[in-house]
């Protein structure tokens, strides 16, 4: 592979994807590295596959752009559950009763479809590499530092996407970040068969900001909480949900002797960590905000209503000029977080970031207007005015 790329995608998750693929598509060369040996990072190989609303709850589609076509993507060959008829097929009411914009898709086909899709747009994909080091010369990352099966590679670049999910590049290469303070409860989410076919088992709490909690919520399954960016802790985590894993299957087989795991996650299962300070903050109060530099909509999966439009510079620092980031690492307050990480949120920030980064090496400086342009001429949706309810 060479060895200098107009744009290099560190992180292969939802965000990465579509980081890359929007970059390629610019016609720039661009490389995807990825520590694991599977696109789709928690969507795919975390077995988290259920693609949360494209939609606001009222009737109104708020993601658009790759969102939508990832969404697509991901059944391809049929959806695993709640498929949406009323959206993809016109059948019935798009009310604040009726099914949202999401689906629950099958992991390992959606990883596939995603390699094969920036394999034809002419992604580098280098799997097994891990993203360890960045060398910064005057405020711009020169050169990503990657470890793999070869051993140390170093790879010089025009601008970066951080689509680590965990900030990874952004806190190698000194930008300022904040950890999520609450801290992730354990989850061992796992698929099992029977004679009726295979399923999908949550094991674990939705994670409920403090803020939002009303004491009626499930119980974690242990009292210990894990930051996710110490190596001895999440391994621990790791063992820790493996067994809550078994313990729930062992359980369920009391009923069923038919019942068998059939997939176990291959990397865990952590949904906040680390993200960037950027120029701005998205607080969770400013939804129906218009900014004028919004790159994109997304909705709240937890309630039917709010539509926030995301502003660029959420999405950098200017501390290091060819710096980007998507995804779950974005810069929200601790309330917003757990709206901003999920599946069609990081599919609109990677969107706009991968394009960005084949406009410039300085995002400080960019035109955003020009990127507002080329992503709505890419079907992305703006503003809340523009959807016209
Ligand atoms: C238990 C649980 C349940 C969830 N439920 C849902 C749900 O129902 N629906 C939903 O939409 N969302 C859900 N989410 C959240 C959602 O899955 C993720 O937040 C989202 O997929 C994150 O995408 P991402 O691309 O930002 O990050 P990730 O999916 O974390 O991808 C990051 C990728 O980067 C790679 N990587 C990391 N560090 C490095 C490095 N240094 N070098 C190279 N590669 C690196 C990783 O291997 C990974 O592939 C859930 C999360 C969890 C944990």
């Known amino acids: 592979m060479n060895k200098y790329y107009d744009v290099a995608v560190c992180g292969g998750g939802i965000a990465g994807i579509s980081a890359a693929l929007s970059a390629s598509r610019q ?14 990072g928690l969507a795919t190989a975390g077995l988290v596959t259920i693609y949360l609303p494209l939609c606001d709850g009222k009737g109104h589609q708020v993601s658009f752009g790759i969102a939508e076509e990832l969404f697509r993507l991901s059944i391809t060959y049929g959806a695993e559950n709640m498929y949406p008829t009323n959206w993809l097929d016109g059948v019935g009411e798009r009310t604040e009763k009726d099914s949202r ?12 479809l995603s390699e094969k899709l920036l394999i034809k747009n002419g992604v580098d994909i280098l799997y097994g590499s891990y993203v360890t080091q960045t060398e910064v010369v005057d405020n711009k990352i020169k050169n990503i530092i990657v470890n793999n099966k070869s051993g140390k590679q170093v790879y010089g670049v025009g601008s970066v996407v951080d689509c680590t999910g965990d900030c990874d590049v952004t806190f190698l290469s000194g930008v300022p970040t904040k950890t999520f303070e609450q801290g992730n409860v354990l989850a061992g989410w796992y698929y099992y068969t029977n004679e009726q076919g295979y399923k999908l088992q949550m094991v674990g709490a939705a994670d409920i900001p403090d803020e939002e909690k009303t004491g009626k919520e499930e119980k974690p399954l242990i009292d210990r909480r894990f930051s996710g960016l110490d190596a001895c802790e999440l391994s621990q ?26 997939t176990i996650a291959t990397i865990p299962q952590i949904r906040m960590t680390r993200k960037i300070v950027g120029e701005y903050e998205l607080c969770s109060s400013e939804e129906h905000k218009f900014f004028d530099d919004s790159i994109g909509m997304v909705s709240n999966w937890k309630k039917r209503g709010p539509i926030y439009e995301v502003p660029f ?8 000029k060819n710096l980007i980031c998507a995804g779950r690492c ?11 990480r999920v599946i069609p949120c990081c599919a609109v920030t990677g969107q706009a970031a991968g394009l960005a980064a084949t406009m410039t090496d300085d995002f400080s400086l960019l035109n955003v207007s ?7 001429d890419n079907k992305v949706v703006l503003h809340e005015k523009d959807l016209n309810i």
């Open 313 to 320: 510079r959420t999405l950098y620092n200017k501390q290091v």
């Open 330 to 340: 974005t810069s929200v307050d601790q309330t917003l977080w757990d709206v901003m």
């Open 27 to 40: 016609g720039k060369k661009v490389i995807l590295f990825e520590k694991e040996y599977m696109l789709g």
């Open 237 to 262: 985590m790791t063992c820790l949900s493996h067994q809550a894993t078994l313990n729930n299957w062992l359980k369920k087989r009391e009923q069923n002797n038919q019942m068998v795991i059939s």
């Open 101 to 112: 914009f999401e689906v629950q898709y099958n992991a390992q086909v959606f990883a596939i």
């Open 370 to 376: 020009e990127l507002q342009a080329i992503l709505q």
